[in-house]
Nanobody, 132 residues
């Protein structure tokens, strides 16, 4: 099974920055060699549904939700180790409305890599809290 483990969440004041990381592994062993081609970040605020905020295709082409465009930057590094990839999300100029549980996700296939696509693998999430 593909394993995604997020870290880097925390509490910050409005205008501050945080950098989230997601360590990805298990794809080769579980027969999912292409999952690092399409990875993304999602978030779920209290009382709301989970929403996509940033995706990246083959570490090259990124897409963002309008709510984070220009403030967040997604990136991906592929590793030749047990950790097969590291997905990052640099979050600058944070706002109170960015408060949420942030999830890392990946698609089994690299095709159809969009914000609205179905994602097969998920991490447990890391909490981000932004105060006024």
């Amino acid at each position: 099974q593909v394993h995604l483990v997020e870290s880097g969440g925390g509490s910050v004041q409005a205008g501050g920055s945080l950098r989230l990381s997601c360590l990805a592994s298990g794809g080769a062993a579980s027969g999912n060699p292409e999952y690092t081609n399409c990875m993304g970040w999602f978030r779920q605020a209290p009382g709301k549904g989970r929403e996509p905020i940033a995706i990246i295709w083959r570490g090259e082409k990124a897409g963002y939700d309008d709510s984070v465009e220009g403030r967040f930057t997604i990136s991906r590094n592929v590793e030749a180790t047990d950790v097969e990839a590291t997905l990052s999300l640099q979050m600058d100029n944070l706002k109170p409305e960015d408060t949420a549980l942030y999830y890392c996700a990946a698609r089994r296939s690299g095709f159809g890599c969009t914000l609205g696509a179905f994602y097969d693998f998920w991490g447990q999430g890391t909490q981000v809290t932004v105060s006024k």
